[in-house]
């Protein structure tokens, strides 16, 4: 039971619970949405179009959105659907962005030398390979073999040897060439080499926390540590002196090197590929 009256003054009104109705007891007002009609139907139109693809064309997202993206972002595109992949993969869209990346490089990835690569097919496909070779710190034989390599001396060897070092002027480094038969050559006219036979072989030695570590060993010269530089280049370093590879990327250039040298792979040198097909 439930006692229903107003603020009247009136007796108030004994009703049943089942019996009372919606309009005894005071509904809530029914609220109207204040958006127009034409609106509303605007709105459920776009959501209905949930593909960028249809929804804006072909050429819209080809011309003013896909040329804005970096490579990061074509690739997720590449990603949504069959559609966006042939799209977001067009070499005209990746060209701009493997010229753009190998011009930091001063090394080209040695499965691409010699190629003409703003003409080639898979313009993504280069891109990765060139990522690929970026993120690279095991030097394999190929790379001591298709690379010219500089001798720079440092003040540790004495003020005689360091006389011989052009670098010293300001002029390039002593050439030095590294090849798979384990051999080692020098560049003409070289004031340090002395026709001797040169030999060089990867050694593996422990460091620091037990690790092994691999390194290159040149004749009895102590053990030389591989890393690489930012810009790509390799450096063999130790107490004496470092050899460093010159530039062989056309694109690239710096104060110091303002020419660059490319040097043919021999017969046995494999390039890295990183497993994708070219």
Not at 77 to 92: E, I, P
Not at 105 to 129: E, F, N, V, W
Not at 178 to 193: A, E, K, L, V
Not at 222 to 241: A, I, S
Request: a positive charge.
């Amino acid at each position: 039971m439930r006692m229903m009256g107003q603020e009247t003054g009136r007796a108030p009104k004994l009703v049943r619970c089942g019996d009372v109705s919606t309009r005894e007891v005071g509904a809530e007002p029914e609220v109207r949405s204040n958006v127009p009609e034409s609106s509303s139907k605007i709105c459920e139109d776009i959501h209905a179009i949930r593909d960028p693809f249809d929804a804006l064309g072909v050429d819209i997202l080809h011309s003013h959105i896909f040329t804005l993206l970096d490579s990061r972002s074509l690739a997720r595109c590449a990603a949504v659907s069959s559609r966006w992949q042939s799209l977001a993969t067009a070499d005209k869209l990746w060209q701009p962005l493997v010229a753009a990346f190998l011009a930091q490089r001063a090394h080209l990835p040695l499965c691409l030398m010699g190629r003409d690569i703003s003409k080639c097919k898979g313009q993504k496909l280069l891109y990765t390979i060139a990522v690929m070779d970026s993120r690279q710190r095991d030097i394999v034989p190929a790379e001591m073999c298709g690379r010219t390599w500089e001798l720079r001396l440092k003040p540790t060897c004495g003020p005689y040897w360091l006389g011989y070092d052009p670098t010293q002027i300001g002029k390039p480094g002593l050439k030095r060439y590294f090849h798979c038969d384990g051999s080692i050559t020098s560049g003409p006219n070289d004031p340090i080499w002395g026709g001797h036979s040169s030999v060089w072989e990867y050694i593996h030695l422990k460091g620091g926390y037990g690790k092994v570590g691999k390194y290159v060993q040149i004749n009895r010269w102590p053990p030389l540590t591989p890393r690489r530089v930012k810009d790509g280049r390799w450096v063999l370093e130790n107490f004496y002196g470092l050899y460093i590879t010159r530039p062989d990327n056309p694109t690239f250039s710096t104060k110091r090197y303002s020419e660059t040298e490319c040097k043919r792979l021999c017969s046995y040198c494999t390039p890295p590929t990183y497993g994708v097909k070219i």
